[in-house]
């Protein structure tokens, strides 16, 4: 033998079969706690009916927006059919609908359906029809975005026609 070969000890019978026993034993431990966990999202995903166009949706914006929200039963809870499209803060709405309202973009159409825990949980409005507990499913238009520091500022110095005297443009 000369000084660069490398001695090879023969495997003991069955080692191989082990070694690919404890590899599959892994992958199926692995594929059991994704299967666990995907119930367990933190997050909201987000349908896209139709894709909006621009900058992603902030925390920092303020939206107009046209909306639908509804019960597993299909009972409709809250509509801006009727009485209009409706403006708010992204940060001051629920959780799950801020998280919601941050993977869209002006223009689009989406869905999504809110888990009770990014709603309102064990807690709801008073006087709604939304049970303790309920997942909200949801129908959202957006039709408008802007920073919330531009609308503020906007407001603090007059917005035209806005019933403080100023003439419309």
Do not use: C
């Not at 019978?13 to 994704?34: E, N, S, T």
């Not at 997050?43 to 914006?61: L, N």
């Amino acid at each position: 033998m000369s000084v660069t070969q490398v001695p090879l000890r023969p495997l003991k019978r069955g080692a191989i079969a082990k070694l690919w026993f404890g590899i599959l034993l892994l992958i199926a431990a692995g594929l059991l706690l994704a299967w666990a966990g995907a119930g367990r999202s933190t997050g909201v995903r987000v349908k896209t009916i139709e894709a909006g166009s621009g900058p992603v949706i902030t925390a920092a914006d303020g939206v107009l927006v046209e909306y639908e929200g509804k019960l597993d039963d299909g009972t409709v809870f809250d509509t801006s059919a009727g009485r209009g499209p409706a403006f708010f803060p992204v940060g001051g709405v629920v959780p799950g609908f801020s998280q919601a309202l941050q993977k869209m973009q002006k223009g689009g159409r989406y869905e999504f359906t809110l888990p009770s825990e990014l709603a309102y949980g064990d807690k709801p409005p008073a006087g709604s029809p939304i049970p303790p507990n309920a997942d909200l499913h949801f129908s959202v238009h957006v039709l408008e975005v802007a920073p919330m520091e531009a609308i503020m500022r906007g407001a603090q110095g007059g917005v035209p026609g806005a019933g403080n005297g100023q003439p419309e443009l």
